[in-house]
């Protein structure tokens, strides 16, 4: 087995996106079930993001991930934007993104990646997933504010990401499309409306290992496994010397 050396070289897959990103580390979040089934074959960093939308997420890209830093160990990124960008423009005009900035947003970034040698078949785009307005209604009113959000305009902005992962020849997980297929009752899926409950994290988990899986299937454990160290000279199986 062809051991690597030093850690910063190991494997990695990179989560980039807003706090539905951010919280994946929380407990029984989307990361961390990830992270837990590349134990030793691969890191999982979280780069989310709270509250950012697509205009500041292309303008802070270069700054988390640059050629520098080691791209060539990068298994996949996902890039999983859009719940921000789709709220309201008369409401919350601070985090509101037009839907043609927000597809081209998306381009640019994709196009970053490619310029450090971050090749297409890496970028898996991730839509929002449906808002429930039911509960993020009640979640706006008791910050004294009104509903920021619409399903279908989330809609709208998950059906660009896909169309955009098309253009550029990336993949694409359709969130919204997935969690309300055949019409089922998607409320489940979300805490509050908006972020992931306990199920939503399971199901985006369980629907994004089916695209990583692929990517990660041959690569080795790191280090041996404890029985397989040679107990006598444990530097042969360790550092590889004899």
């Not at 205009?55 to 996949?76: D, G, T």
């Not at 695209?211 to 042969?236: A, C, G, H």
Request: charged share 20%; hydrophobic share 40%; with cysteine.
């Amino acid at each position: 087995m062809a051991l690597r050396s030093p850690l910063v070289s190991w494997p990695r897959i990179v989560l980039f996106g807003d706090s539905i990103t951010e919280f994946s580390f929380q407990d029984n979040g989307w990361g961390v079930l990830l992270a837990q089934k590349l134990v030793r074959k691969c890191d999982v960093l979280n780069r989310g993001l709270s509250g950012y939308n697509t205009r500041w997420a292309n303008i802070v890209l270069p700054r988390l991930i640059s050629k520098s830093s080691n791209v060539e160990n990068i298994i996949a990124i996902t890039i999983f934007f859009g719940a921000n960008d789709s709220t309201l423009k008369d409401v919350n005009s601070d985090q509101h993104i037009p839907l043609k900035e927000y597809a081209d947003n998306l381009k640019s970034m994709i196009q970053y990646l490619k310029s450090i040698d971050i090749t297409e078949d890496k970028i898996i785009l991730i839509t929002p997933p449906p808002l429930y307005e039911p509960a993020w209604e009640k979640e706006c009113i008791a910050k004294g504010d009104k509903l920021n959000r619409f399903n279908s305009t989330t809609g709208e902005y998950a059906k660009a990401c896909v169309q955009v992962a098309r253009d550029c020849g990336t993949e694409a997980l359709d969130l919204w499309t997935l969690m309300q297929k055949n019409n089922q009752d998607f409320s489940s899926y979300l805490s509050d409306g908006l972020h992931l409950s306990v199920v939503g994290n399971n199901f985006l988990a369980a629907q994004l290992w089916s695209l990583l899986e692929k990517k990660i299937s041959t690569l080795p454990m790191l280090f041996p496994y404890w029985r397989d160290v040679d107990n006598q000279n444990p530097e042969v199986s360790l550092r590889g010397k004899s």
